[in-house]
């Protein structure tokens, strides 16, 4: 049985050049950067070359580029670094209710600790409103967190205006851009973030290293210590394989992006349309235009998500029904509560994501199976009343 992965948003497959780029700095080349000799400023040089090809892909400048283990520790770092680092001015920040864990609940850390949170509301679509972030602000905000592309409904946030309104204020600004960097166009100047959050394997790179912008001038605390790495701000002994694949990752991604783009619309507007129009008691979550390349959510009536997943599976068809992250959790998706679904329908979500490996042949299979599936699970079910 042909296996299908539409779960792109969860992780992705290492591209081949970036696993060929890795391999040397697990053995051949595996000096520690700290190192004064040569095996050790061989990875160091390894180290900066990747860095490099990270800021030439955000339009960054190279000593704004710290490397993390992933998008959950740059997240972490920017909301409790930058709180730590700027609490004699104020202790309230400001989110929004959909944004990834990694977000969430570091504010909700602070909260316990005496901060004040306030969470923006969001659209049917899951957009937030720029003049209602300007209304937020107090003198005593010191960073407003809001990301650039939903992990869940795909839809795109309008940062650049929201940044218009946060500067006007002298409030520092932070964008969790894990799945869009790679993705569509990131550019930390066109955005207007003084901080921005990226991963790695969502980008064909590997797991376990992303990065954290930093603008230069920007006050915020040490996150990890215990050493002098990442020009003192975040102690721990390089990963060099994996900061060399995510430098490969970001360096493939700037020259195949619009390539990458042009596949992935058409195919994903096919499975958008595929599915309304053969599945009735189904919609569409997230914004139905500006959404990523790859997204398309639905909530689909009177069935469990977690059941279509299960059935899914077995005709070799991976997809979610949320962040990966929470998929343990029995809880209905807290973005699809946020954007005004109720219960019974949030619990009914199903998340394909797709990626430079789809093909159109995987729609169809999806087109073709997935209508059975929710007819079967319709007929069980006491709540489905026949037409």
Known sequence: MKKIYLDYAATTPSHEKVVEAMKPYFSEKFGNPSSIHFFGQEAKAAVEAARDKVTSLIGANRDEIFFTSGGTEADNWAIVGVAFGNESKGKHIITSPIE????????????????????????????????????????????????????????????????????????????????????????????????????????YGPKGVGALYIKKGTKIEKFI?????????????ENVPAIVGFGAAAELAKTEMNGRTKHLIPLRDKLIDGILNSIEDSILNGHPKQRLPNNANFCIKFVEGESMLL??????????????????????????LSIGLPHEFAHGSLRFTLGRLTAESDIDHVLQSLPGIVKKLRDMSPLYKKK
């Open 225 to 237: 210590r215990g050493g002098g790495q990442e020009k003192g701000k975040r102690a721990s002994t």
């Open 311 to 336: 059935n899914l599976d077995m005709l070799g068809i991976a997809a979610s029904s949320g962040s990966a992250c929470t998929s343990g959790s029995l809880e209905p998706s807290h973005v699809l």
């Open 100 to 203: 990834h864990h990694a977000v969430s609940e570091p504010a909700e850390f602070l909260k316990a600790r005496g901060w004040d949170v306030t969470y923006l509301p969001v659209d049917k679509f899951g957009l937030v409103d720029p003049a209602d972030v300007k209304k937020a602000i107090t003198d005593k905000t010191v960073l407003v967190s809001v990301m650039h592309g939903n992990n869940e409904i795909g839809t795109i946030e309008p940062i650049a205006e929201i940044s218009k309104v946060v500067k006007e204020k002298g409030v520092l600004f932070h964008t969790d851009a894990v799945q869009t960097t790679g993705a569509i166009e990131v550019n930390v100047s066109k955005l207007g973030v003084d901080l921005m959050s990226a991963s790695a394997h969502k980008l």
